[in-house]
């Protein structure tokens, strides 16, 4: 899975890449090769599948600050 935080996640940053995977419960495993970070993490939600996405974006922000 590879998937483009681009402006409209990230407001004011440049667009970085996330490879890697996420599951039915809001699980996911990335890879940010721009900033040599990984994501991993869990919601346990089936419903909600874009949790993970905007909490990863969050944390990309926070990171990248």
């Known amino acids: ?10 407001p004011g940053r440049r ?3 996330l490879v890697g995977h996420s599951g039915a419960t809001g ?3 990335l890879h940010c090769p721009e900033l040599d970070l990984h994501l991993v993490g869990t919601v346990d939600q089936t419903k909600g599948q ?3 996405f905007r909490l990863m974006a969050r944390c990309l922000n ?3 600050t």
């Open 27 to 29: 699980t996911w495993l």
């Open 62 to 64: 926070v990171w990248r």
């Open 15 to 17: 667009p970085v890449t």
């Open 1 to 10: 899975m590879f998937v483009k935080v681009g402006r409209l996640m990230s």
């Open 50 to 52: 874009a949790i993970p």
